[in-house]
């Protein structure tokens, strides 16, 4: 290799690592700037997702405030009542949870398994300290449930920190203490009906949404400048009141002595004031109000980007207008379509102060569950397993958003 060559050599390879550390420093700078976002999808979504599916499987409280009863049952079969040692355990760990005060949160956690279990535990943990061997008549005649073997059945299911009871019992199902599936009793029947009826009604006002927001996004597509600017004004102003405002609003407006029906009264259209309020109608009218916003903005901004000469041309060549619009406009504008149908029914589904304000009790949604097991009761596992419920009905849309807004999506004509 002559000198000339080597120098050419060397000269590409200093350039070619300044155009690496060029390229990382770039790279470097590109990741610093979407950090600040990074770490707020961090704490804002994936934290609190990820914490609502610990809680729908976290069973923490048994294994930790009672540990020794929990070893001690660990190779029983739950056929008969379990031995002295048992007892002793359970004595031992009552009277040591009452010492620190951490009882009552293990005897909630089982008092919603089978009702009755918190007093049972608390009155064990009060007369621990004075019970001596043999422990297992002494605790029976303390208390004569020590005896039936639910209680022991119960303690056994949950003496793991992991379990399956609540994602099944937001599914209608009960888990067993063998482990075991079972359909849940008729009366606790109730949160898959509740689900579906969040489904219902949120497909309903997406509906709804879709058809009031299309014309008024085609009309603001179709605008002069000016007059467009004023419309998207419009659109927006109700942005800029809370919902439960705008709620409260409704229920004024809606009730027997409202305006809406003193106006149907005063044009005869009616003989008697509707019930318009605390009811289904009352939901899908302040519901289709609050997100009616959310489906005209994506329809109108991907109206705003078809050109006009798109259905001139068809119908010069020979098309009717109604078939100038399916063939040619509405294919073009099913991405703002699907992208608004699926943010009004994604909203749709978490809605709470709503339904609260203006639905009866058959009216409340899944969100409604959810904070009562969450604020009233403290059963922080329900909560999460009933999110993730909707959590799943939500992941299942993303595949059908896809399909009639990706690519070869549909067709029409």
């Given at each position: 290799m002559t000198v000339a060559a080597a120098e050419l050599a060397?000269?590409?390879?200093?350039?070619?690592?300044?155009?690496?550390?060029?390229?990382?420093?770039?790279?470097?700078?590109?990741?610093?700037?979407?950090?600040?976002?990074?770490?707020?999808?961090?704490?804002?979504?994936?934290?609190?997702?990820?914490?609502?599916?610990?809680?729908?499987?976290?069973?923490?409280?048994?294994?930790?405030?009672?540990?020794?009863?929990?070893?001690?049952l660990d190779g029983w079969d739950g056929e008969a009542l379990p031995d002295e040692a048992a007892y002793a355990a359970l004595a031992e760990d009552a009277r040591a949870g009452y010492a620190a005060r951490?009882?009552?949160?293990?005897?909630?956690?089982?008092?919603?398994?089978?009702?009755?279990?918190?007093?049972?535990?608390?009155?064990?943990?009060r007369k621990a300290r004075g019970?001596?061997?043999?422990?297992?008549?002494?605790?029976?005649?303390?208390?004569?449930?020590?005896?039936?073997?639910?209680?022991?059945?119960?303690?056994?299911?949950?003496?793991?920190?992991?379990?399956?009871?609540?994602?099944?019992?937001?599914?209608?199902?009960?888990l067993q203490?063998?482990?075991?599936?079972?359909?849940?009793?008729?009366?606790?029947?109730?949160?898959?009906?509740?689900?579906?009826?969040?489904?219902?009604?949120?497909?309903?006002?997406?509906?709804?949404?879709?058809?009031?927001?299309?014309?008024?996004a085609y009309m603001i597509a179709a605008a002069p400048p000016q007059r467009a600017r004023l419309l998207i004004l419009l659109v927006?102003?109700?942005?800029?009141?809370?919902?439960?405002?705008?709620?409260?609003?409704?229920?004024?407006?809606?009730?027997?002595?409202?305006?809406?029906?003193?106006?149907?009264?005063?044009?005869?259209?009616?003989?008697?004031?509707?019930q318009l309020i605390f009811n289904r109608i009352g939901v899908y009218v302040a519901m289709v109000h609050i997100l009616l916003p959310f489906m005209i903005l994506p329809v109108y901004s991907v109206m705003k980007g078809i050109p006009g000469d798109h259905v001139r041309a068809a119908a010069s060549l020979g098309a009717t207008p109604a078939r100038a619009f399916l063939s040619v406009y509405f294919p073009q504008t099913v991405p703002g379509v699907a992208a608004g149908c699926l943010l009004v029914f994604v909203i749709a589904l978490g809605f709470y102060i709503t339904p609260a304000l203006v639905g009866g009790g058959s009216d409340q949604m899944l969100a409604h569950l959810i904070a009562q097991?969450?604020?009233?009761?403290?059963?922080?596992?329900?909560?999460?397993?009933?999110?993730?419920l909707l959590l799943a009905c939500?992941?299942?849309?993303?595949?059908?958003?896809?399909?009639?807004?990706?690519?070869?999506?549909?067709r029409f004509g």
């Amino acid at each position: 290799m002559t000198v000339a060559a080597a120098e050419l050599a060397a000269e590409r390879r200093a350039l070619s690592g300044k155009l690496r550390r060029a390229e990382r420093r770039r790279t470097w700078k590109a990741f610093a700037l979407v950090l600040p976002l990074l770490a707020f999808l961090l704490l804002v979504f994936v934290i609190p997702l990820g914490g609502v599916l610990y809680y729908s499987i976290a069973n923490p409280e048994v294994v930790t405030i009672l540990p020794r009863v929990s070893a001690a049952l660990d190779g029983w079969d739950g056929e008969a009542l379990p031995d002295e040692a048992a007892y002793a355990a359970l004595a031992e760990d009552a009277r040591a949870g009452y010492a620190a005060r951490s009882l009552p949160k293990v005897a909630l956690r089982l008092n919603y398994e089978v009702s009755g279990f918190r007093s049972l535990l608390m009155r064990t943990g009060r007369k621990a300290r004075g019970l001596e061997a043999p422990y297992k008549p002494a605790m029976i005649a303390a208390d004569p449930r020590w005896g039936e073997l639910i209680y022991w059945r119960t303690l056994k299911a949950n003496a793991q920190p992991y379990t399956f009871h609540y994602l099944l019992q937001a599914a209608d199902l009960d888990l067993q203490w063998d482990g075991s599936v079972q359909r849940a009793p008729p009366d606790k029947r109730i949160f898959i009906d509740n689900l579906l009826r969040t489904l219902w009604i949120a497909f309903v006002v997406t509906a709804w949404c879709l058809v009031l927001g299309y014309p008024v996004a085609y009309m603001i597509a179709a605008a002069p400048p000016q007059r467009a600017r004023l419309l998207i004004l419009l659109v927006l102003l109700p942005f800029w009141t809370s919902l439960l405002v705008r709620t409260a609003a409704w229920v004024i407006l809606l009730q027997k002595a409202g305006v809406v029906n003193d106006a149907l009264l005063w044009l005869r259209l009616v003989d008697a004031p509707l019930q318009l309020i605390f009811n289904r109608i009352g939901v899908y009218v302040a519901m289709v109000h609050i997100l009616l916003p959310f489906m005209i903005l994506p329809v109108y901004s991907v109206m705003k980007g078809i050109p006009g000469d798109h259905v001139r041309a068809a119908a010069s060549l020979g098309a009717t207008p109604a078939r100038a619009f399916l063939s040619v406009y509405f294919p073009q504008t099913v991405p703002g379509v699907a992208a608004g149908c699926l943010l009004v029914f994604v909203i749709a589904l978490g809605f709470y102060i709503t339904p609260a304000l203006v639905g009866g009790g058959s009216d409340q949604m899944l969100a409604h569950l959810i904070a009562q097991y969450a604020t009233t009761t403290a059963n922080w596992g329900l909560a999460g397993a009933l999110a993730v419920l909707l959590l799943a009905c939500i992941a299942v849309l993303y595949p059908l958003y896809q399909r009639f807004a990706g690519p070869g999506g549909m067709r029409f004509g």
